[in-house]
């Protein structure tokens, strides 16, 4: 956490308004992010961070002299603590999977949906509370109670949805067996791990789908599915419709 009882955030865009716009709504949305710092390029951003070193990036893709993907990386290098939002255009979008292997915690399209932007900054929360946990108390997983480890199973499920991750990964990750660990996670969140890595991945692949730019076997990749075919299937068993006809619904109702 920054200096008081608040997230750090930094706004990385080079288009003024839009950068003055993000910021306002960050902090509407959740008391708990303020916003500590605004730059309009990549470069000027690093500086920024090595200087302050706040929570959470929000940044474009789009910027001269260094632009988004390249900050991204170079954060990564640097301190992977430190969390990153790409924020991105459609036409934008497709550059976005270059990002997966630097660690991005999400995506957000711009204009930005405030509902959309609620979500992401309550799992950044989530996110926090539960690595500080780990981080300030030198815990183990068999040292937690069994909501502290429900907390750090859908953590571990967030940052790694990309991933060809399953329940005994997981229930190796954290030395528990998939049976107990199965129990936990149903008492404090209601579902199995295995439908909570479904139903997060297509979360996000509801977000990555309403741009026109990326192909549908690109999105699948993006959220951990190697098999386009696999992925469809389980988005259709999900949402009621396949990932085309999914998107074609949605921009239907944003033309109308």
């Known amino acids: 956490m920054g200096e008081g009882k608040y ?16 910021a306002k709504n960050i902090e509407l949305v959740n008391s708990n992010f303020k916003v500590i710092g605004i730059e309009s390029n990549g470069e000027d951003a690093l500086n920024f961070i090595k200087q302050q070193t706040p929570n959470v990036i929000f940044t474009d893709i789009q910027m001269p002299v260094m632009n988004g993907i390249e ?3 170079q954060i990564y290098q640097y301190n992977n603590y430190i969390k990153c939002i790409v924020l991105s255009g459609h036409d934008d979008f497709k550059y976005a999977k270059s ?6 915690f999400s995506y957000l399209l711009k204009p930005v949906n405030r509902d959309e932007l609620s979500n992401i900054l309550k799992r950044l929360e989530v996110n926090f509370i539960s690595l500080q946990d780990l981080l300030l108390t030198g815990q183990k997983a068999t040292d937690l109670n069994s909501e502290e480890i429900a907390i750090l199973i859908k953590k571990y499920i967030e940052q790694n949805y990309q991933k060809a ?6 229930a ?7 049976s107990y660990l199965t129990k ?10 295995s439908k909570y890595i479904i139903h997060y991945r297509v979360s996000i692949a509801k977000q990555l789908l309403s741009g026109r730019s990326l192909s549908i076997n690109t999105v699948a990749n993006m959220v951990g599915y190697s098999d386009p075919f696999h992925f469809s299937k389980t988005f259709k068993q999900v949402t009621g419709f396949s990932p085309a006809k999914y998107r074609e619904k949605l921009n239907t109702s944003k033309n109308e």
């Open 165 to 170: 991750i399953d329940l005994n990964m997981i």
């Open 184 to 193: 936990i996670f149903v008492k404090h969140v209601q579902i199995t791990p």
């Open 71 to 73: 900050l991204v990386k």
């Open 99 to 104: 990002a997966i292997d630097y660690g991005v």
């Open 7 to 22: 997230y750090s955030v930094l706004v990385v865009e080079d288009e003024k308004l839009q950068a003055k716009n993000i």
């Open 172 to 178: 190796n990750h954290f030395s528990f067996s998939p």
